[in-house]
């Protein structure tokens, strides 16, 4: 018999949550089953994802036909007086009035509807002095608010603003705070609407998605009970939605855990954990590739090759060589390069924490080094040549699409990826630059030890070239220890960024 | 009216999912309500918390005495043959039926069940051919095992061998492994016993808590979906309830969501997203203590002082001092130190990459440098006085306790704590060394120019105290921007690692 013994280990040093950690409450009531389009786990695993307690109160149960209602103990238990954050689920007059009937603290509670799981009485009923709460908001979309509120179907054709539906429906109910979701196809725009205090506040997505009011009022009272304010959490929930329905893609069911690291891999990742005993190796099924320079390999990887000849063949370079690229349009690209170079330098950082050996963190340290330099020669331009005086001007670049798309790429890949993987994502920037400037070397148009002609020089010198063969060993060193599989990942980590440095370039001739 | 606009931004950087990524579907079988000692939303807080999709399947619904099964289109619903992964909540032979009726693809399917939910009848009938599974797996406590099998509680408590309980469960029922928990007060080792391979797994708890076989069950079935092994789902299911026991200290909920990171604290922080126009600031109601000198304050505050008393007057340095300590102690502490650096360098890199200035971030490298070379010095003792020969040598230094408690206390802080915050953890070790070291400049026993001498003389020379007075000016940096309730959490941070350094030295002591 084959036997092994592990330890378990504690504390683990992944914790986001410090011991004793209280953590708030959420109690969900609803009658159960919930309704079928969407169901109680998506409330308790959002309320789980946003660091809650999940509670369910179950009012009363509903089969086919029979309605039986629970044991008032029961819903006591769950619906006691210490209870502070509330999202009624799918409930009716009925259910408010076993609510009234247990739950005393109800003006201390701060609760979210959606229009999605009441009925129609039910938030008229809210309003009738059944149920009255510390706070109430209603997340309700613009279809449901129009076939409950019939009556203002009319007015509303004509003016067709969304602000007269949401206080339309505040003022048909109790509800202090009314989110109202312009959810159908092509709607992008949000509107929160406060009655007590006037408030209004737009959200416009930039990709809309169709998002079920239950879930966002799940999400927004999740942040409520963390002690945002009703905003914040209204921003937050809408963000949280969106993107969970965006991750999973169509007709996949909405990823609200997405934010979540799986426990065991944290374990199996951290040296201090004893796993390792345990440890089954992954065997790989593909053949790996032969190459004699791996970065050969990846500018000729077809999912590298279109961006990269994008990227290295670019028009901006060209005009720089040519001496013939607007002014200002450079200035935009100095601007944003400097911005740039500081998260560079920030993600070298942080492969320099994820590097296997110590001579790969040193490598590291002498590239933030060099992107130091850099940052000093953009600076130095733009005060000779665009008369910026003050160093505060740096720290108040306006940051473009580009750039933050391109930030964003990196803060994921930093949070979530290997040392290989960063390396992957790093090197188009140094590798691409020399690559572009190189094919202009001896062909420079511009004035002669001008700013364009310098630039072009920088990036095509030999000490450049020397930078790019480390870059290029640093590569061969990376394919020596990956997988098929994980090559495969490093190429399309690369084509990628080979797009967002085309795009950053793209941006300057937009400009 | 207050007016604001946002828009919401995706993809978002904190993404730990891919677009389209496919979650795995775990489903709860079990009555409605479940045990009031432990109920469903722990089981979907579990599973979202694993990044599975939770679903729930009710077979019956239990009220007071009435039992109630559900329709059997529901259950079907929820019970596909598509479905994969199962964990069985609280079930009897009923329900068993009502699976068979329903659910074809059994034998593909994955059971993970616990004795906590599952009647005896429901686990014999397990056995009895109700329900064959692909890979069933029964999660029992020892007291749960003797409860429902008192017949085989003479003979064990002949032998107190719990493998024989867990043999005993196994041969009593179909279920191919038994994991059997040892949750007793003071139990700690638990057993994982395959009547198929004849496998055996001891997995010792350090700290022993309560656990309940339920939750055990529901985190094993998650590790599973997820393409584990059943040895690796086990350890890490026991890891992740023994964490989140002990995390919540006695009297409160266990806190499954220990992992998760709050998805609007990612939001805010995170600068290409834009919920800055609704951000409150958060007022401090307390008013800032004065001083002149951050580190002086540190050193005198009462979360610090008893710990830095303790490590910079420990007994270690004066041994060294006097040129007493057993050497066979300075080569553990200079091995376990050499490891700690490495860490201590990668922790510097995660710094450098949340500083809020590019000098600070370039303060980090210089620092990194400055451990190298301490290292350099570790690497030539070894080699010089202890024969090392060979430098894979370093590789494989065994980590002891206290190294892996700093370490992680290190990595905890990393993944959390802002750069302030990192900062605190990194100093003490700086200026603590030189405070020790400082005080035997004048009055070193040991033999001059020897080992001992010169690690004293390292730690008190003029440029180690140059270093110090760095140290100590981005102390008063960072005291500056912080407010008064940051500086109580900067102190604390600091008083416990001071605390970690003086087991540092103690462990060399005793070993």
Not at 66 to 83: Q, R
Request: overall charge negative.
């Amino acid at each position: 018999m084959s036997v092994t013994s592990v330890k378990l280990n504690t504390p683990a040093p992944y914790f986001s949550l410090s011991k004793g950690c209280d953590l708030p409450q959420v109690v969900v009531v609803s009658t159960f089953p919930t309704s079928p389009q969407y169901s109680i786990e998506d409330d308790i695993s959002i309320l789980s994802t946003h660091k809650c307690i999940p509670k369910m109160c179950t009012t009363r149960i509903v089969t086919g036909d029979t309605s039986i209602p629970m044991p008032i103990e029961s819903v006591k238990a769950n619906l006691n007086d210490s209870v502070r954050f509330i999202k009624l689920g799918k409930v009716d007059v009925e259910d408010l009035r076993i609510m009234q009937q247990t739950f005393n603290g109800m003006q201390n509670a701060c609760v979210v509807a959606s229009g999605h799981d009441m009925s129609k009485d039910a938030i008229i009923g809210f309003s009738s002095g059944k149920v009255e709460t510390g706070s109430s908001t209603m997340v309700i979309t613009l279809d449901e608010a129009l076939a409950y509120f019939p009556e203002y179907f009319e007015s509303i054709k004509k003016g067709e603003d969304n602000l007269e539906v949401a206080k339309l429906v505040a003022e048909s109910s109790a509800f202090q705070n009314i989110l109202l979701l312009n959810t159908a196809p092509g709607g992008n725009s949000h509107i929160y609407y406060s009655k007590q205090t006037g408030e209004q506040l737009n959200i416009e997505s930039k990709s809309p998605v169709s998002m079920i009011s239950s879930t966002v009022a799940t999400a927004a009272i999740a942040n409520l009970s963390h002690g945002y304010t009703i905003k914040e959490a209204i921003y937050g929930a809408l963000e949280f939605v969106q993107n969970a329905v965006i991750l999973a893609d169509s007709n996949k069911h909405p990823n609200y855990m997405y934010s979540v690291s799986l426990p065991l891999e944290c374990m199996v990742n951290d040296e201090c954990f004893e796993a390792h005993e345990i440890r089954s190796p992954k065997i790989s099924p593909l053949p790996k590739p032969k190459f004699d320079s791996f970065y050969q390999y990846l500018i000729q990887h077809p999912l590298v090759k279109p961006s990269w000849e994008a990227y290295t063949n670019h028009d901006f370079v060209r005009q720089i060589a040519d001496g013939i690229l607007d002014i200002n349009k450079f200035k935009f690209f100095i601007e944003q390069d400097y911005s740039y170079l500081v998260d560079y330098g920030r993600v070298h950082c942080i492969a320099g924490s994820k590097a296997p050996e110590l001579e790969n963190m040193e490598e590291e340290l002498v590239i933030v080094g060099r992107i130091r330099e850099e940052m000093g020669q953009h600076e130095q331009r733009l005060k000779e040549v665009f008369g910026v005086k003050d160093d505060s001007y740096f720290k108040t670049i306006e940051r473009g699409t580009a750039l933050n798309n391109y930030s964003r790429y990196f803060n994921d890949i930093a949070r979530r990826g290997s040392w290989e993987e960063l390396v992957a994502a790093l090197t188009p920037c140094m590798m691409g630059y020399g690559a572009a400037a190189m094919k202009f070397k001896n062909n420079v148009k511009a004035e002669k030890g001008g700013m364009y002609d310098e630039w072009i020089n920088i990036y095509s010198c030999e000490n450049y070239e020397d930078g790019m063969r480390l870059g290029e060993k640093i590569l061969n060193h990376i394919a020596e220890r990956s997988s098929a599989e994980e090559l495969e990942r490093l190429a399309k980590i690369y084509g990628e960024v080979c797009a967002l440095e085309a795009q950053f370039w793209d941006a300057a001739l937009v400009f």
